[in-house]
């Protein structure tokens, strides 16, 4: 054991065996701030990590989208490595945390579709799981409508204060669009792609629809005054497959 440095816990399919520690995963993981590899292994002990000889180099490979994690809890700090779908846990004493906070918004959501929600969490959040690659800053458009500079950038519309609505976009074209179930059909996402429109220029609809993007698709061209929100809300057939074991995603 390193003096002072944070042990190995426990990953996140052992932490979320049962509710209480599934809110623990969600608690900590919306609270989370990115940090720096460097400072990953200057404050963390990987030994209960790493295979005999492996290097943190050698562990992260398999993953170009690896990250490492912080979160300041009122009793100590928490940190973790995403890798592959899951989140790794170090801790002071090496136990697994307990650190709770109520759920928002954005957790409920992802609960209920975990894939097209990610779409309305900050840049580089850790439950998106890498799935966007590294984001940039986020640019403030209007008072209700910011965007997240990136390859593939995406737009998030606001009311009262929270985000009820994302669009991302790859190569001019609607990669995923998603409502809060709370706040569909009330021309959420048409508004969206709108003013998204004002600020990018046109952005295509893709030739891979689900029912409910070609839905989506058929009330914007006719423009509805009052056109349904998808109910699964990602309008590009899923390109993506991830490990049914990695919770994360």
């Given at each position: 054991?390193?003096?002072?440095?944070?042990?190995?816990?426990?990953?996140?399919?052992?932490?979320?065996?049962?509710?209480?520690?599934?809110q623990?995963?969600?608690?900590?993981?919306?609270?989370?701030?990115?940090?720096?590899?460097?400072?990953?292994?200057?404050?963390?002990?990987?030994?209960?990590?790493?295979?005999?000889?492996?290097?943190l180099?050698?562990?992260?490979?398999?993953?170009?989208?690896?990250?490492?994690?912080?979160?300041?809890?009122?009793?100590?700090?928490?940190?973790?490595m995403?890798?592959?779908?899951?989140?790794?846990f170090?801790?002071?004493?090496?136990?697994?945390?307990?650190?709770?906070?109520?759920?928002?918004r954005?957790?409920?959501?992802?609960?209920?579709?975990?894939?097209?929600?990610?779409?309305?969490?900050?840049?580089?959040?850790?439950r998106?799981?890498?799935?966007?690659?590294?984001?940039?800053?986020?640019?403030?458009?209007?008072?209700?409508?910011?965007?997240?500079?990136?390859?593939?950038p995406?737009?998030?519309?606001?009311?009262?204060?929270?985000?009820?609505?994302?669009?991302?976009?790859?190569?001019?074209?609607?990669?995923?669009?998603?409502?809060?179930?709370?706040?569909?059909?009330?021309?959420?996402?048409?508004?969206?792609?709108?003013?998204?429109?004002?600020?990018?220029?046109?952005?295509?609809?893709s030739?891979?629809?689900?029912?409910?993007?070609?839905?989506?698709?058929?009330?914007?061209?006719?423009?509805?005054?009052?056109?349904?929100?998808?109910?699964?809300?990602?309008?590009?057939?899923?390109?993506?497959?991830?490990?049914?074991?990695?919770p994360?995603?």
């Amino acid at each position: 054991m390193t003096d002072n440095k944070l042990q190995y816990a426990l990953s996140c399919n052992r932490l979320r065996v049962n509710d209480e520690g599934d809110q623990v995963w969600h608690s900590l993981v919306a609270k989370a701030e990115r940090i720096q590899f460097d400072e990953f292994s200057e404050v963390c002990d990987l030994s209960g990590l790493l295979e005999d000889g492996e290097t943190l180099d050698d562990y992260i490979a398999v993953d170009e989208w690896a990250g490492a994690y912080r979160v300041e809890t009122d009793a100590e700090p928490v940190v973790f490595m995403q890798r592959a779908g899951f989140e790794f846990f170090f801790t002071h004493d090496g136990l697994p945390p307990t650190f709770v906070e109520p759920l928002d918004r954005l957790a409920h959501e992802l609960m209920i579709d975990n894939g097209a929600a990610r779409v309305l969490l900050k840049p580089n959040d850790a439950r998106i799981g890498g799935a966007y690659g590294y984001e940039g800053e986020v640019v403030e458009i209007d008072y209700d409508l910011d965007m997240v500079m990136a390859d593939c950038p995406r737009f998030r519309l606001y009311r009262d204060g929270e985000v009820v609505a994302g669009l991302r976009i790859e190569d001019g074209v609607i990669d995923q669009i998603y409502v809060a179930n709370d706040m569909r059909r009330q021309g959420l996402a048409t508004e969206l792609l709108n003013r998204a429109q004002e600020v990018y220029g046109h952005i295509e609809h893709s030739e891979s629809l689900s029912d409910d993007g070609k839905a989506f698709r058929a009330s914007f061209e006719h423009e509805s005054d009052e056109p349904d929100e998808p109910e699964v809300t990602s309008t590009r057939a899923r390109r993506h497959t991830y490990d049914d074991e990695g919770p994360s995603l």
